[in-house]
Every structure is written in structure tokens, then in C-alpha cells.
């Protein structure tokens, strides 16, 4: 069995909000396994989502670049967030967006493109590196491409048009593009930014992650005491609610709070293909010091 420690503890409190001994009891139920551990809590009704802590890393930037019914989004990291307001900086974002679309979203092709000075991306990234004194990274690339529609856009809290810490691709497809569609594919942006779904369909949800809430959802509803039958429709019920928090096409209108996002879209006549969204340093993990033991450290020579 894994060593049940007081950073394990403290990690399984981030990310359920339990107390410290039911999440000590967790872990010593679980042999150490985090996720398990969350599910545990989740059954026993004293976590109420299994949220990771999702403390943001990385600095840098997201990127967006658009041409006509194709648009490319980037991410490049940074040390700390001054690079982020660097104008040498900013620019080589932006630039590395233009350039993605037309690479594509594989990352060394991209590193190995010539850009306008005719030095690679990773030439220019290395400079860039020595002129700034940080570490760079590009991280990772978006395309979408529409045979007839529009690719939108939405950058939240834009540092200048285009460049941010979140940004999101919505490809729409419709028989024009038009002000109307783009205006739709803006506000779906939005909805993406602000409420994260996880997935486009229903039909696109990971079936281990539907088997894994449906395993809790049970566990929890048998706690009630209800027969089977009624079991089964809370269930039913409580699927239907998780779909409509992850699933995009099925969650509320937030422009309206009252209509289906599906129903909107198809309203304008339009079909919703893909969104992707990027938010600057998720899933990177942070590496955290303790300063009063660097103090120590240094004063032992």
C-alpha cells in the first residue's frame, strides 16, 4: 500500500473539497489511488465533483489567426507572465499562427517552417529565447478548415485581436458565410469559454467517463433508500443533467438562459462540426517551492 502522506492529503482536499480525515480515510480505503480516492468520496456524498485543482503553470500565450474559412490557434508557453506583455513576444505569436495555417497542427512540421525573415519557427524561437532570457516552448496546435461556412473565433480578455490566455475555434458549417453565421460562431465561443464542455455530442463523451458517473450516480441514489425502480429513473435524470453540463450541443443558451444551444444553431441553418478550446498552461503542472526550506538550504552552504 502507498504511504498515505500529508501532501497526498492535502492534494485529494484541492480537488474535492472533502475534509482532511474523510479524505485520509479515502486514501487509506483506496490504497493511495487519487482518482479512486475522488470517486469514494463522490459515493459517500462527501465530494461534491471530482474537480481537479487545475492550477495554471505556464505563462505565454494562445494565438489565433484566420483566413477566410480556416482558422489556427497556438499555444506558447513562457516562464512568467511579464513575457506575456513582451511586444517581440506578442508578435512571434501571432506570426506563428500564421504560419500554422498553412503547416497544419503537427508541431516539429511547424518548428521546422521558414517564416517571412526566411529563418525557421525555431530559429526565430530560439532568438527569441536569448534576447528575453527565458524558456519557450510552443506547445500545441489547432486547425479547422470549413468547405462552406465559417471557423470563429473568440479570444476572452484579449491582450490585443487575436491573443489571450484562453481562446476558442468554432467551425460552423452553412451554405454561405455570412456576418450572421460568424456573429453565432463569436457567441458559441463564448459559450465554450465560460462553461468548458467537454464534448460536441453525446455521442462524442469518452464511455468509460459515462460509466464512471453512472457507477456513482447509482451508489448515491442507492443511499436514498428508494426502490430499483425509482433508482433507475434518478439515474436516468442525473445523466440527462451531466450531458447538459459537458455536452455543448446540449447545454443552455447562456444569451438567453432558456434554448438549447442545438436548437440555436439550427435555427440559423447552420451545423456546429467542431470547437476546440485552449486555456493558456492547462494541465501543466506547476512546480512548487517551499521558501522558508530554500532559506534553510542556502544557509547550510
Known sequence: ????????VKELREKTGAG???CKKALNQTAGNIEEAIDWLRKKGLATAAKKSGRVAAEGLVGIATAGNKAAMVEINAETDFVARNEQFQQFVEDVAKVALTVGEDVEALKNAT????KTVAENLTNLIATIGENMTIRRVRVFEVSSGVVASYVHSALRPGLGKIGVLVALEAPEASDEIEDLGRKIGMQVAAVRPIALSVEEIDPAAVEREKSIFIEQARASGKPDNIIEKMVEGRLRKFYEEVVLLEQTWIHDGESKVKAVVDKNGAKLVAFERFHLGEGIEKEESDFAAEVAQAAKG
Open 115 to 118: 517564416m517571412e525573415n526566411g
Open 1 to 8: 500500500m502507498a504511504e498515505i502522506t500529508a501532501a497526498l
Open 20 to 22: 482532511m480525515m474523510d
